[in-house]
């Protein structure tokens, strides 16, 4: 196989996993060519984040509340719920875990939904909508070109600085095969471009969006350290929504708090 299709196909495996596009089925992945898709993360989301921009330009004149619903629930639908699903998971199994690294682990492998699990859908989804919304009255929609992006970066940045929570789990194959020379690469690139193409739209603030994303992986990172151990596929997932969510709120709160400090 060449090397252009070997790219293709991780791609493929990249996009299928993390999205519900109707992609190519690339055929049964192995380990390997799993963790050469990784390098993908970042690009993958960059595709979803196109597909979010666009329907957000063509309703640039509705009010921007129903169009700030309309795009989440795009947002939602693209993903298939699946960052979503492990936040959910992680919310339950951190307040019901109590502290026990065997009790937490047992409440992230059960599919059943508690208590926590639904206050925090409902609270990440309404500041999503929120920050959403704001970001629309501010004709900002290029933001959420590459927010999906610098959000999955983060999955390759928890990869290659935190060692997996179990032997056998998600974590533990995407640490052993992901290339780790072009997977720092690969974040590198990501988050310079996002930044060069968004300082015309957004100004300095936009240097801020390293900063908080940094800050996210630290603080859950250091969670997960503690509880776990390690990482596994449901904290991944966390890792991502909470990534988004920090960076709108920080695209949306920051101008306002700095500029008194500006005035003065």
């Not at 989301?45 to 063509?58: D, Q, Y």
Request: hydrophobic share 60%; aromatic share 6%.
């Amino acid at each position: 196989m060449s090397a252009a299709a070997d790219a293709w196909r991780a791609f493929l495996i990249a996009g299928r996993f993390l999205t519900r596009l109707p992609l190519p089925d690339p055929g049964l992945p192995t380990p390997a060519v799993s963790g050469r898709g990784a390098l993908f993360y970042p690009l993958v989301g960059l595709v979803v984040g196109a597909l979010l921009a666009l329907p957000t330009v063509l309703l640039s004149g509705a009010p921007p509340l129903p169009a700030a619903a309309l795009v989440l629930g795009l947002w939602v639908w693209l993903t298939g719920a699946l960052h979503l699903d492990g936040l959910a998971d992680c919310a339950d199994a951190w307040v019901g875990g109590l502290g026990s690294r065997e009790r937490t682990f047992a409440i992230l492998k059960d599919p059943h939904a508690g208590a926590m699990a639904v206050v925090a859908l409902v609270l990440i989804l309404l500041v999503k909508l929120a920050a959403l919304t704001a970001l629309l009255e501010q004709g900002a929609w290029p933001v959420l070109l590459w927010l999906p992006a610098l959000a999955r970066a983060q999955l390759l940045a928890l990869s290659l600085t935190t060692p997996p929570a179990r032997p056998d789990g998600m974590g533990a194959a995407l640490r052993e095969h992901l290339p780790r020379g072009p997977a720092w690469l690969v974040l590198a690139l990501t988050w310079v471009l996002a930044l060069a193409l968004l300082v015309p739209v957004l100004g300095p603030v936009v240097m801020w969006m390293a900063i908080v994303a940094a800050a996210v992986l630290w603080i859950w990172r250091r969670a997960m350290l503690q509880r776990l151990g390690g990482f596994t596929g449901d904290t991944a997932g966390a890792l991502v929504e909470l990534t988004e969510t920090a960076l709108l709120l920080a695209l949306v709160l920051l101008p306002a708090l700095v500029r008194p400090f500006a005035d003065a």
